[in-house]
């Protein structure tokens, strides 16, 4: 649960590995870290957060590599994050005392986060204080693969073996013996170390106090806008923040999570490389941070969804961050993978896939991006209209669908209702701003295709609509989705029978759903997985809309009491433990968190 103030608690691995709870959050817009518990950093990529990976003993705990601060003899830490800011202080204990580690990728003197610059000056400050007691503190680097030191300016410069990474240059205000040094220090003392990528700061006075300061100052001017008095009004402005973690500054993208390959579950094949940024993610991103005020967040998405799509010529479900195409799939046979699930993989083999949902969450992108007073040129508009096109086709034909399955494709009951998306948001645009394109076919087309949806997707012996157009009976929380893309009206007879069948045919305990029954929906793939996180969030959106606000209510409480101390939620959850599971922190999930806090707070009486 969210904890502005923990307790200390002790310090566990599981098979060499922190639990992916203990895990902070760190980044500058460009990249991100991850902060254990126990003072390691087990991962940071350089110098972007689709780069390789500098420390990666997140996947791999012995060969990995990692930046550690801490004190010998460890026993028990606290985190908790400096409020409104991503800095992130960890108090360590030990046998004979305490210290305090601050952790920030700091940012420029001045930065504006609303701004599409870059903020951040390739550097991350890690500054200890000991506050009780006396230590020894042992600081170490160690790149993936190892690294090799030597005195350079007012510090170490640090050649990886893999020559793939960034140069690196180490900084401290105390004495260092190389890339791991011990130092005896007692309560009042202070230790700095900086570690630099890209530029050095050769003439620069070492002042990292400074730094942290101005990086806090900057996050705490961003959040002036934060604009929420709703539920849970603690772990939504921590959402805000972590979505911010997850967004590249300058681009204007929004990676799905900062890392790759953490399995869902422990031990099995589903470890998929989240550093990229998805179309529809973009389009959940956009609605949730346009609702608590960053409304300049919002724009830049879905600027950046327009220009990757005009780039590409075509629809695609991910883009790098750039807007490029994302690379190939691989498997790294050089990591075992968290807590031995291989394989560890770079690259997303889905990025090819038909998934025709892509063709509404574009249209959509538009349509808001039109509303907000964005502007199409004629070329541009040209392509989106043809999209719409096609997507009055598309659907009868089989794709993967939002899940990205692995097996062969069909007809899909959600894709088919965001091409329903598509040809009535197509239809808006033109009619709204008289532009060429046959409205007036593609609302006819949107309509039949609504109720096609409604009728022939409807099974009335289990009484629910299917996962596959042309019925089954077969249910998907996808489903669920529906009404929030204004596909089917929330409370239609079929959508109410459609929510409940979810909740009990779905259902992983303590309103916790499975994304589908694998017996009943393969994949592609073996094993099964946890419960899928966003999944609960959007059942919380359909009670709201069905008038069951105080099921809802207790519903969204349950849901947020899952996050970490320091409020990060993953991909998944594994039901039986409550463990969290999938790559993390994963921003469906923290776009869930806002959107139905949101929604919630509306459906109370709240200002919005």
Known sequence: MHDPDPPFRPVRRLDGYLPLEDLGLIGDGTT???????????????????????????????????????????????????????????????????????DAVV???????????????????????????????????????????????????????????????LRSDRPMEGLRTVHDLRRGDRLHVTLSWGRFHRHHRFDADAVVDRTVDAWRRWMRAFDYTGPQHALVRRAAITLKMCDDWVNGALVAAPTSSLPAPVGGVRNWDYRYAWIRDAAFAVFALRRVGFDGEADAFLGWVLDAFERSRRPRIMYTLDGDCVPDEIEDAGLEGYRG?????????????????????????????????????????????????????????????????????????????????????????????????????????????????????????????????????????SLLNLPLRHVVPVGHPRMVATTRAIAERLSAGDGLLYRYLHDEHPDGLAGDEGAFVLCSFWMVDNLIGQGRVEEAEDLYVSLCSRASPLGLLPEQIDPTTGAFMGNFPQAF???????????????????R
């Open 32 to 102: 991100a870290a991850l902060v254990g518990l126990d003072g390691t950093i087990p991962w940071m990529c350089l110098p972007r957060f689709d780069s390789e990976p500098v420390f990666c003993a997140l996947l791999d705990h012995t060969r990995g590599g990692h930046f550690t601060v801490a004190p010998e003899n460890l026993r028990e830490a606290r985190q908790r994050y400096e409020a409104d800011t991503g800095v992130l202080h960890t108090e360590l204990r030990s046998d004979t005392g305490t210290v305090r580690v601050t």
């Open 107 to 169: 940012l420029r003197s001045g930065a504006d986060l609303s701004d599409d610059a870059p903020s951040g000056r390739g550097e991350l400050v890690r500054s200890v204080t000991v506050l009780e007691g006396s230590v020894r503190l042992a600081v170490e680097l160690e790149p993936r693969g190892g690294g090799q030191a030597h005195v350079l300016y007012s510090g170490l410069e640090v050649l990886p073996a893999r020559s793939a990474g960034p140069r690196l240059h």
């Open 341 to 477: 699930s291989a394989p560890v993989r770079w690259g997303n083999g889905a990025a090819d896939q038909r998934q025709h949902d892509v063709y509404g969450e574009i249209l959509d992108c538009a349509d808001q991006w039109l509303r907000r007073g964005g502007e199409i040129q004629p070329a541009m508009w040209a392509s989106l209209a043809g999209l719409t096109d096609a997507a009055g086709r598309a659907w009868r034909q089989p794709d993967q669908g939002i899940w990205e399955i692995r097996s062969d494709g069909r007809p899909f009951t959600y894709s088919a209702g965001l091409c329903q998306v598509a040809l009535d948001r197509g239809a808006q645009i033109a009619e709204r701003l008289g532009l060429p394109g046959d409205a007036g076919r593609w609302r006819a087309e949107a309509g039949r295709l609504r109720d096609l949806i409604l009728r022939q997707s409807w099974d009335e012996g289990a009484r629910t609509l299917s996962v596959y157009l042309d019925g089954g009976g077969i249910v998907d929380a």
């Open 589 to 607: 999930s923290h776009i869930g968190v806002i959107a139905s806090g949101v929604n919630l707070d509306r459906a109370k009486g709240g200002s």
